[in-house]
């Protein structure tokens, strides 16, 4: 199996186990953010997806025609829940972790952060096997546990994230199941 960083199309690397995002944010420094055409290669979805998640209000308006950090995260964590969750629960979820998308000050932690919680606890679970619900509430527990001073709501945050992680997980497994049905009914 060819591990990638969770939402994205790029691979896994050592580097990325940390901070996931430190694999996309040199870029975005360097050209100021992303185009429509680079963000849709970076999460593997087409360009008429993202524009329809802004247009829906899922993800906070461009300004100009490049995506920023706090877009890109939001794209990718949306992109990362969708094998297995409706969009508009993944709204509701991600609504109900940070409040309005506009607006940052009802956020019971910053997407970065979470985007990065996430995929350490996601990386942890492959290499240990742990995706049963009692390993990913010990993996939970124990990011909220390290990263307390970045959290506002730490008991409401561990219940999203072990909602998010389970639906990482249930997609890549409804993902698996797909390829292998297809090889075996291909004609």
């Given amino acids: 199996m060819e591990r990638i960083i969770p939402g994205t199309t790029l691979k896994f690397t050592e580097k990325a ?3 996931a995002f ?21 999460t ?15 993800v906070s308006s461009t300004k100009g025609k490049k ?3 706090k ?12 094998g297995a969750m409706k969009l508009e629960d993944i709204a509701r979820l991600m ?10 000050s009802d956020d019971i932690i910053d997407d970065i952060n979470l985007y990065n ?19 990913v509430k010990k993996f939970v527990d124990q990011e909220i546990s390290e990263n307390q001073t970045k959290i506002a709501d730490s008991e409401k945050l561990s219940g999203a994230m072990y909602v998010m992680v389970l ?14 049905l297809e090889k075996l009914i291909r004609p």
């Fill in 44 to 58: 593997g979805l087409e360009g008429t997806t993202i524009q329809n998640w802004i247009k829906r209000g899922w």
């Fill in 95 to 104: 609504n109900y972790v940070n409040g309005d998308v506009e607006d940052t």
């Fill in 17 to 19: 186990r940390d901070e």
């Fill in 167 to 180: 639906a990482y997980r249930s997609g890549w497994l409804k993902s698996e199941m797909e390829k292998g």
């Fill in 22 to 42: 430190s694999q996309i944010s040199p870029v975005l420094e360097a050209t100021g953010g992303l185009t429509l055409s680079q963000l849709s290669k970076l």
């Fill in 117 to 135: 919680m996430l995929c350490r606890i996601i990386f942890n679970a492959e290499d240990c096997g742990g995706f049963d619900t009692d390993s």
């Fill in 67 to 69: 995506y920023s950090e």
């Fill in 71 to 82: 877009q890109i995260l939001r794209i990718l964590l949306i992109n990362m829940f969708r």
